[in-house]
């Protein structure tokens, strides 16, 4: 068995850890804070258009979608934990299946998205997926990704959080693999903390700029451009066809 499929049989125990139904709900709401700041803007118009989620864990984002009033839905993950959890959280378009079997069924999709799936690939997989991805995809169609950033402070508390990551990438490194893929108007993106307790959103607030300010003295002093890096744990990719 690849190592990857042995701990996706138990993803939902070994990695999400939720403790009951109701602390999945919870978690749910939670993410769907953080859509709303960083994915929302880059919705397709048409919500009667297709959105393949692959790699749909749980469905978080689904049920999002399901929300904001799309419904030509599909999410796949590989982990049968994942997608029953999914199925008991409300959703009936969700399904175990591998990313590349999925994508092979699929064309003319409007929005395709990876949330926090890239980074499980070899970088050959990777290559392959994006590029079947883009074909799948219809003119204008949009691909939306998020993956951990190991330029953030902690960066590898998620990066290297999960055995079954195969890539560790910045914002650099997403630049150069889309620069090699038949994507349009490719953007990096921070994705920036949202919700916590006071104290953590008195921190972003107050000292928020500081740390910024650390961050460019830094870059000035070690001679690497601003723009060459993110600072957030996460960022979002969004490439157009």
């Not at 998205?113 to 890239?118: C, E, H, N």
């Not at 079954?164 to 650099?172: D, F, I, R, V």
Request: glycine share 8%.
């Amino acid at each position: 068995m690849d190592h990857r499929q042995h701990f996706y049989n138990q993803y939902t125990t070994a990695q999400s850890r939720f403790a009951s139904i109701d602390d999945a709900r919870q978690r749910v709401v939670a993410e769907h804070h953080g859509l709303n700041t960083s994915v929302r803007r880059h919705l397709p118009e048409n919500r009667g258009g297709r959105v393949l989620d692959l790699g749909c864990g749980y469905g978080a984002f689904l049920l999002w979608m399901r929300q904001m009033g799309y419904h030509n839905l599909r999410g796949i993950d590989l982990s049968q934990e994942q997608v029953d959890l999914a199925r008991a959280l409300g959703l009936d378009c969700v399904e175990v299946e591998d990313l590349f079997s999925a994508l092979a069924q699929e064309q003319q999709v409007e929005m395709v998205t990876m949330f926090d799936v890239i980074e499980h690939l070899t970088r050959a997989e990777a290559i392959s997926a994006l590029t079947t991805i883009a074909h799948v995809l219809a003119p204008g169609g949009t691909l939306v990704l998020r993956t951990p950033n190991v330029d953030a402070p902690l960066g590898t508390v998620l990066s290297y959080g999960d055995l079954t990551h195969e890539m560790h990438l910045n914002k650099t490194s997403v630049l150069e693999l889309f620069a090699t893929l038949p994507f349009t108007e490719i953007l990096v993106l921070p994705v920036p903390s949202v919700g916590g307790n006071l104290l953590a959103r008195f921190i972003r607030t107050v000292l928020g700029p500081l740390t910024t300010l650390g961050r460019r003295l830094q870059h000035i002093e070690q001679g690497v451009s601003w723009n060459a890096s993110l600072s957030t744990p996460n960022m979002l990719i969004v490439a157009r066809r």
